[in-house]
């Protein structure tokens, strides 16, 4: 009968040395995550172990059943490329089953088709399952040596491995609740965007239809003035007609019925060319939000057709608006952009600038400038003499959602929309927070080169 050798270390140094080992390994994975705390920890275990190869990996599955993918792998002084392998035949397959593994010496001969331990050139094997709080088989941490393991290093390696097993599968469990939490995050994100989205649609299509109505109204006053004079031309031409077949013909009754036709004549022309005004700026607008071609706008003549457009709305308030833009300044931009603009800020000084009514003032003035690296920008500012905002409202005021007319018929996608869109042109918007009255917009828009 063969003696068996004496311990190196009595069970006192052995818990010393566990605790020691274990002290270490703490502090040092104690402020890391993830990646880089199996990679700490596969490091630390080896050297706390004085073995060659320690290995951290996940269980997934393969095509002929559950394989692992490692996470970290420390092997002869350094980290080795992950990889996956199948745990057929392996010392890991047990270890999947939730029971320890362990194996002094001869592992190879035990498991001769596990291939990687051949290349490893190992010798013994200790294996520990990561077991999660709901019992669940998460991975395997793993010490492979290339000696026979004795008594002392059995005890601190079943130990440590015991105790930091544990630690990974709450990592493990961590990471998946995590990719969890940031999948319903980010499904949620997709659909918050896809609901803003069709909420700024259909905002962009009630002011639309909002125009509409107001344009359809202001057109029904030249179209009723036009009908009425055409009527009395009718009348006037009825009345020529019998004059001239009477028996004596007045000069004078025929002059006064002509003047009285020319007169409804030119009523009927003017009034038919302000609708046709009116309905030439609703078309060119509608049709330009539709569009985001690139165009050369004479400034101040585009931005006149969009407060025209708008006249209904601004005359209802008694608000004027004020163009301060020379007439040869020209800019090229999507012009739909840029009526967005104009037509959400026009509406925001009417709806909240003058929530009683005007009269009140409108003032754009644009302007073009280039900066130091020589790019062209242009300028606008959109200012109202209105009420003005409070600091509070001020701060949030492009916010989504954000409306102090809550209840009231406000969406608070308006200036909202103004911001998206000259975020989309690469340019900037922001609000004057120093004013003494009303409110005022810079808006800072790239012009091409």
């Known amino acids: 009968m063969t003696a068996q050798s004496p311990a190196l270390f009595d069970e006192h140094d052995s818990r010393l040395l566990a605790e020691a080992a274990l002290r270490s390994i703490t502090a040092s994975t104690a402020r890391v995550r993830g990646e880089e705390f199996m990679r700490t920890l596969v490091r630390d275990l080896a050297k706390a172990l004085d073995v060659t190869y320690v290995i951290a990996g996940r269980v997934i599955a393969m095509g002929d059943g559950e394989g692992i993918r490692t996470l970290a792998v420390w092997g002869g002084g350094d980290f080795l490329p992950n990889m996956e392998y199948s745990l057929r035949h392996t010392p890991c397959q047990d270890v999947t089953d939730q029971t320890m593994c362990f194996h002094a010496c001869g592992i190879q001969a035990d498991y001769p088709q596990d291939t990687l331990l051949v290349d490893m050139k190992a010798e013994s094997y200790i294996g520990m399952p990561m077991i999660d709080t709901e019992g669940k088989t998460l991975g395997i941490l793993s010490a492979i040596d290339t000696n026979a393991i004795d008594e002392n290093k059995r005890l601190l390696a079943l130990s440590l491995l015991s105790i930091f097993s544990a630690r990974c599968a709450a990592e493990l469990q961590h990471q998946e609740r995590e990719e969890l939490l940031e999948h319903k995050v980010l499904q949620r994100t997709e659909a918050l965007r896809a609901a803003q989205a069709s909420m700024v649609e259909q905002e962009k299509m009630a002011a639309l239809g909002a125009l509409v109505a107001g344009v359809a109204h202001e057109v029904n006053t030249p179209i009723g003035v036009a009908v009425t004079a055409a009527s009395g031309m009718s009348a006037y031409a009825g009345q020529m007609v019998e004059t001239l077949n009477g028996a004596k013909v007045?000069?004078?009754?025929?002059?006064?019925?002509?003047?009285?036709?020319?007169?409804?004549?030119?009523?009927?022309?003017?009034?038919?060319?302000?609708?046709?005004?009116?309905?030439?700026?609703?078309?060119?607008?509608?049709?330009?939000?539709?569009?985001?071609?690139?165009?050369?706008?004479?400034?101040?003549?585009?931005?006149?057709?969009?407060?025209?457009?708008?006249?209904p709305e601004l005359r209802k308030g008694a608000i004027t608006v004020e163009l301060r833009i020379d007439e040869a300044l020209r800019a090229r931009m999507p012009a739909g952009k840029l009526s967005q603009v104009l037509s959400n800020l026009l509406?925001?000084?009417?709806?909240?600038?003058?929530?009683?009514?005007?009269?009140?003032?409108?003032?754009?003035?644009?302007?073009?400038?280039?900066?130091?690296?020589?790019?062209?920008?242009?300028?606008?500012?959109?200012?109202?003499?209105?009420?003005?905002?409070?600091?509070?409202?001020?701060?949030?005021?492009?916010?989504?959602?954000?409306?102090?007319?809550?209840?009231?018929?406000?969406?608070?996608?308006?200036?909202h929309i103004v911001y998206t869109i000259v975020q989309q042109m690469g340019g900037r918007v922001a609000v004057d927070g120093g004013v003494e009255r009303g409110c005022r917009f810079h808006v800072k828009l790239p012009l091409p080169e």
Do not use: C
């Not at 409804?264 to 049709?287: D, S, T, W």
């Not at 003058?354 to 200012?383: C, H, M, N, R």
């Open 347 to 415: 509406m925001n000084s009417a709806k909240h600038g003058y929530p009683d009514g005007g009269p009140g003032v409108v003032t754009v003035e644009a302007k073009t400038e280039a900066d130091a690296d020589g790019k062209s920008w242009l300028l606008i500012d959109f200012a109202d003499d209105g009420v003005g905002m409070p600091p509070g409202v001020r701060e949030r005021v492009f916010e989504p959602f954000f409306t102090t007319k809550r209840g009231q018929g406000g969406s608070g996608l308006g200036m």
């Open 250 to 311: 007045s000069r004078s009754e025929l002059i006064a019925l002509a003047e009285r036709l020319k007169g409804a004549a030119n009523l009927i022309e003017q009034n038919l060319a302000r609708a046709a005004e009116l309905i030439g700026n609703f078309k060119q607008l509608a049709v330009d939000q539709g569009t985001e071609h690139v165009t050369e706008l004479v400034l101040r003549d585009y931005v006149q057709g969009v407060v025209s457009a708008h006249s």
